[in-house]
């Protein structure tokens, strides 16, 4: 039986969470982030991919949400129901531990910006011992608020967001004031571009340039979808639907806003070389000093509200899967203040392990967010998959006029061509790594199964004898150096 929650969030509750767990630490490093590979003309046509690619993602998820609104349990339903249990599982323990990925990244760039204050210089780039000591500690107080409840996070993620905007929302207006055309066009289609850690200029075309840029930017929109996970907590259907929509066009102006106006304050090799977070670089360079440490601030704040959505939403995600069968009944157990206490456990000690990793080998951030990325685009890919199938069948819209089944469809195939071009993007490695994740999480499908009274079906033992080969070849890659990540 599904363990349901009293607790219902709004319309209000559930936009917060898809900003608050959109904008985070990417925002900040974006500019950086972008310009480390691509020029002017390589970061609009990343961004314009990805832009049409997240809002046809979220006209799927508000389209399924509305049409099909038994299925209350946002992407893992919907891959549930295309693929059977294990397809469920799959899209979201792999996003749910993906998310946690992020959880680590978060931590190591947040005191990547305390380290920016010379006071706290011993932080350095967020991968010292005391930044992984301090991460550690904040880790845990912040999943012992996630323990009081969903409401008491949903209540901070809120006023985090609010705080975060606002500066935000400043270096916007700054932007737009000290903005250059003729920086903005001095490189404007160059295929030269600064590659910092050999400090040398390389050849990179247009088209290999736009590519570097789809994780970095995709990244930065990882969390809109945030709404459909928290589906079974809404007190409507229809708020999931509006909160995606609202979400996801405040968070583009934002994003569009910042990286493509820093392009007009400094050439792409000079941000490019910006100590994290970029954004703070770039404020000192129009106002003195006090802007840079008001976008570091302003980095902590929302990272730490960032945090409480995200680390909420990872553990949500695992607990999901549980409430639907996919996975041992001990993840989706409440405790009194109805949050997931089990799969915290697992999310946070998994984010704990990652942040020890960055220490050892002092590196972290970017490929981090690349990797948890990577995980997030399987379930895309599974609910777009879903979308175009319920399309063809006609599911949902009995009701509905003809015209609403065409849209439904261009959403459908434009998001299922989209994550399936990130998908074989982000390359074979993050595939091979996804796979060691999800071979991490066969106990808890096994037990599932198990305590249904069933066995692993002959597909089952197919698909996990897959993931294992890819998840041996992946670790045999890293070990041997064979698998590079970068």
Known sequence: MKQDVKNKVGLGGLTGLIIGGTIGS?????????????NPAGILIGWAIVAVGMFSLAGVYRNLTLQQPDIDDGIYGWSKHLFGDLGGFIANYGHGIGDAVGDASYLTVVF???????????????????????????????????????????????????????????????????????????????????????HSWIHTSIFNQSKT???????????????????????KLKDVAKATNIG??????????????????????????????????????MVGNWGGWLINICLIISVLGALVAWITLCSEELRVASRGGSATKWLSKLNQNEAPQNALLVTS??????????????????????FSTSLAIVPY?????????????????????????????????????????MIFGAGL?????????????F???????????????????ICWAAIALMAVSGLVGLLTGALQLQ
Do not use: C
């Open 429 to 441: 490695q993050y595939l091979l790594l996804g796979a060691i994740i999800w071979m991490t999480g």
């Open 248 to 285: 996801a066009i405040f968070v583009i102006i934002l994003l569009l806003g910042t990286s493509v106006l820093s392009l007009g304050l400094l050439v792409p090799s000079k941000i490019s070389a910006l100590h994290d977070p970029s954004l703070a670089g770039l404020m000192s360079h």
């Open 213 to 235: 840029v789809l994780l970095s930017a995709m990244w930065t929109l990882i969390g809109i979808e945030s709404g459909t996970i928290f589906a079974t907590r809404a007190k």
């Open 112 to 198: 990547s910006a305390f380290g920016g204050f010379g006071i706290f210089s011993f932080f350095g780039n967020g991968t010292t011992w005391p930044s992984i000591i301090a991460a550690s500690v904040l880790l845990w107080i912040i999943t012992g608020l996630v323990l009081r409840g969903i409401h008491a996070s949903t209540a901070m993620n809120n006023i985090t967001t609010i705080a975060k905007v606002i500066p935000i929302t400043l270096f916007i207006i700054l932007a737009i004031v000290n903005f250059s055309p003729h920086i903005f066009m001095s490189h404007f289609a160059s295929t030269q571009v600064f590659n910092v850690a050999s």
């Open 26 to 38: 990417g925002i900040f490093a974006l500019p950086a982030t972008l310009t480390a590979g691509a």
């Open 443 to 461: 106990w808890f499908y096994y037990q599932g199964k198990k305590e249904k009274g069933q066995h692993l079906s002959k597909t089952d033992w």
């Open 381 to 421: 890919f599974f609910a777009s998959l879903y979308a175009i199938k319920s399309v063809v069948n006609g599911t949902g819209f009995s009701d509905k006029p003809v015209h609403s089944r065409i849209s439904s469809a261009i959403f459908a195939i434009l998001a299922t061509a989209f994550t399936l071009f």
């Open 349 to 370: 000690s998994l984010t704990q392990f990652l942040l020890i990793v960055a220490g050892l080998y002092s590196a972290g951030y970017v490929v981090l967010l690349k």
